[in-house]
């Protein structure tokens, strides 16, 4: 027996993720050959490539919601695949084909020629998608770095941009002590329980905070460890401060990609991982998420009211967001964690909103785009459609009601009601407070701001438009009819906990 034939059903479970790594080679392949070619000229094909890459995402989105098995482990319990998994994957590929979709016009008018960025942002959610699927710390660990790498990559894509240089080197720099944190606190409970299995530490450490077991010191600082090196990973505080420059430094494509994709498969990570092998250590990990999720919103909050640039505002913002989520997961209860996925799924869909506008805010009568808040000034006047659109995204965000941004808010903060929180469900509602006003801020320039000229913008791309207009129906009419996103969040929250 070959170890094709032994591990047969275990391909057949990994198939989306073999394709897109032969689709990647496939492509890096062809991309070389044509570009290099002096037969065709040296033609430039990022475009094309990027066409094949989106397509490629999308067929992966076919792949996994057509997967044959419903519940499995793979690779000797070092990979699971169940609903979650699938659907979060599914999300996964879905944002990556839609970053990819909005960053045609950006590619022609910043004349970028190095096809492989798309090829990396194809290959990075291969990493995530592994990530998603661990069953074993060390496979979490592989997943992370082969996704962080190409991230890495991505930040500093703009070669002769020193902001781009500066972006990238920060990324790596950070990325990398956080991943020694990571993997010191998987060795700290490696060598403490002697396993590093998912399955085999819930067994282990059962009953931990609830019996008389004795749970060692270092077991808890392992955790705490792993913790803190996935609070980095989400761009909680205070493990933020890379994220304003990194999103300010880098390409505009390349900073919606980081505020939209990694963030998914990390917060996937951290609800099985802690809700499910770390359960029972509940006592030592819960204050730390706790912690970092009121830092997360009151820096955030406070700190975007003194931004000016767009980038760096929608930095902040991401921060205060992820500040929200740990809120459920901080609950550990069944009701939290479905409130974490709702907000992770509307959080997905505004913030996508936010940077396809960023995107399409090319000037009409001279070169470049939006940077600052002053740029949008009269933008109601010149483009009412753009106005509203963003408007309501912002609107979302700031939790009014009764957009999608209100109803995630609201499940976020009755979960944590009903677990006894209600210091953090207070200090919540305040944060949204003070966000509501810097949100509010950007409408009053859009609308009521004087000014010597209008500002006009060139027509947005036809895919750009779509997903644009896509977001804003998402938005406008979730609190109509969201029993099924409600009953799918449920779901998977009770199939990740029970």
Same mark, same amino acid.
């Given at each position: 027996m070959n170890v094709t034939t032994f591990f047969e059903n275990n391909l057949k479970v990994i198939l989306p993720e073999l394709f897109l790594l032969l689709a990647v080679s496939t492509l890096?392949?062809?991309?070389?050959?044509?570009?290099?070619?002096?037969?065709?000229?040296?033609?430039?094909?990022?475009?094309?490539?990027?066409?094949?890459s989106a397509f490629s995402a999308?067929?992966?989105?076919?792949?996994?919601?057509?997967?044959?098995?419903?519940?499995?482990?793979?690779?000797?319990?070092?990979?699971?695949?169940?609903?979650?998994?699938n659907l979060v994957k599914a999300i996964l590929l879905m944002t990556t084909a839609s970053c990819l979709l909005i960053s045609f016009e950006y590619?022609?008018?910043?004349?970028?020629?190095?096809?492989?960025?798309?090829?990396?942002?194809?290959?990075?959610?291969?990493?995530s998608m592994v990530v998603v699927s661990s069953y074993d710390l060390i496979t979490l660990y592989l997943g992370i770095e082969m996704s962080s790498l190409c991230l890495y990559a991505l930040a500093a894509f703009t070669r002769?941009?020193?902001?781009?240089?500066? !972006?990238? %080197?920060?990324? =790596? @720099?950070?990325?990398?002590?956080? *991943?020694?944190?990571? /993997?010191? &606190?998987?060795s700290l409970i490696y060598g403490l329980t002697g396993t590093t299995n998912f399955e085999d530490l819930a067994n282990i450490l059962l009953g931990g905070y609830e019996s008389d077991v004795i749970v060692p010191n270092g077991l808890t600082v392992g955790v705490i460890f792993v913790a803190a090196?996935?609070?980095?990973?989400?761009?909680?505080?205070?493990?933020?401060?890379?994220?304003?420059?990194?999103?300010?430094?880098?390409?505009?494509?390349?900073?919606?990609?980081?505020?939209?994709?990694?963030?998914? !498969?990390? %917060?996937?990570? =951290? @609800?099985?991982?802690?809700?499910? *092998?770390?359960?029972? /250590?509940? &006592?030592?990990?819960?204050?730390?998420?706790?912690?970092?999720?009121?830092?997360?919103?009151?820096?955030?909050?406070?700190?975007?009211?003194?931004?000016?640039?767009?980038?760096?505002?929608?930095?902040?913002s991401s921060v205060g967001h992820v500040g929200y989520l740990l809120i459920?997961?901080?609950?550990?209860?069944?009701?939290?964690?479905?409130?974490?996925?709702?907000?992770?799924?509307?959080?997905?869909?505004?913030?996508l909103s936010a940077w396809t506008f960023v995107l399409s805010s090319e000037y009409h009568s001279k070169e470049g785009r939006a940077v600052y808040f002053t740029d949008l000034?009269? /933008?109601?006047?010149?483009?009412?459609?753009?106005?509203?659109?963003?408007?309501?995204?912002?609107?979302?965000?700031?939790?009014?009601?009764p957009l999608a941004g209100f109803f995630s808010k609201m499940y976020v903060f009755f979960?944590?009601?009903?677990?006894?929180?209600?210091?953090?469900?207070?200090?919540?509602?305040?944060?949204?407070?003070?966000?509501?006003?810097?949100?509010?801020?950007l409408i009053k320039i859009m609308y009521f701001e004087k000014a010597e000229s209008f500002t006009s913008f060139k027509v947005m791309t036809r895919e750009q438009s779509i997903i644009l207009g896509v977001t804003f129906i998402f938005i406008i009419f979730l609190s109509l009819e969201p029993t099924p996103l409600l009953m799918l969040t449920q779901k998977m929250a009770l199939v990740l906990i029970l």
């Amino acid at each position: 027996m070959n170890v094709t034939t032994f591990f047969e059903n275990n391909l057949k479970v990994i198939l989306p993720e073999l394709f897109l790594l032969l689709a990647v080679s496939t492509l890096l392949l062809v991309g070389v050959q044509y570009s290099t070619s002096v037969k065709h000229g040296y033609p430039i094909v990022v475009k094309p490539i990027a066409w094949m890459s989106a397509f490629s995402a999308l067929l992966g989105v076919l792949l996994v919601l057509n997967n044959p098995f419903e519940s499995t482990l793979l690779f000797n319990n070092l990979l699971v695949h169940d609903t979650f998994t699938n659907l979060v994957k599914a999300i996964l590929l879905m944002t990556t084909a839609s970053c990819l979709l909005i960053s045609f016009e950006y590619i022609k008018k910043n004349n970028v020629h190095a096809f492989e960025f798309s090829l990396l942002m194809l290959f990075s959610i291969v990493g995530s998608m592994v990530v998603v699927s661990s069953y074993d710390l060390i496979t979490l660990y592989l997943g992370i770095e082969m996704s962080s790498l190409c991230l890495y990559a991505l930040a500093a894509f703009t070669r002769k941009s020193a902001f781009s240089t500066e !972006a990238g %080197l920060k990324y =790596f @720099i950070l990325g990398a002590f956080a *991943s020694g944190i990571l /993997l010191f &606190g998987i060795s700290l409970i490696y060598g403490l329980t002697g396993t590093t299995n998912f399955e085999d530490l819930a067994n282990i450490l059962l009953g931990g905070y609830e019996s008389d077991v004795i749970v060692p010191n270092g077991l808890t600082v392992g955790v705490i460890f792993v913790a803190a090196a996935l609070l980095f990973k989400s761009t909680a505080a205070p493990f933020h401060m890379w994220a304003p420059d990194v999103y300010e430094g880098a390409p505009t494509i390349i900073s919606t990609f980081f505020a939209v994709v990694p963030k998914i !498969a990390i %917060l996937g990570l =951290f @609800i099985r991982l802690f809700m499910h *092998s770390f359960h029972d /250590l509940m &006592g030592a990990w819960q204050q730390v998420i706790m912690i970092s999720a009121v830092l997360s919103m009151v820096v955030a909050a406070f700190t975007a009211l003194t931004q000016r640039k767009i980038k760096r505002f929608l930095a902040y913002s991401s921060v205060g967001h992820v500040g929200y989520l740990l809120i459920g997961l901080g609950t550990g209860t069944v009701e939290g964690v479905q409130g974490l996925l709702l907000y992770t799924l509307i959080y997905v869909i505004m913030t996508l909103s936010a940077w396809t506008f960023v995107l399409s805010s090319e000037y009409h009568s001279k070169e470049g785009r939006a940077v600052y808040f002053t740029d949008l000034v009269g /933008l109601g006047k010149s483009n009412p459609l753009i106005a509203i659109t963003l408007t309501c995204t912002l609107l979302s965000m700031a939790g009014v009601p009764p957009l999608a941004g209100f109803f995630s808010k609201m499940y976020v903060f009755f979960s944590a009601m009903e677990g006894g929180m209600y210091f953090v469900a207070f200090i919540g509602v305040m944060a949204s407070v003070v966000g509501a006003f810097y949100y509010l801020r950007l409408i009053k320039i859009m609308y009521f701001e004087k000014a010597e000229s209008f500002t006009s913008f060139k027509v947005m791309t036809r895919e750009q438009s779509i997903i644009l207009g896509v977001t804003f129906i998402f938005i406008i009419f979730l609190s109509l009819e969201p029993t099924p996103l409600l009953m799918l969040t449920q779901k998977m929250a009770l199939v990740l906990i029970l």
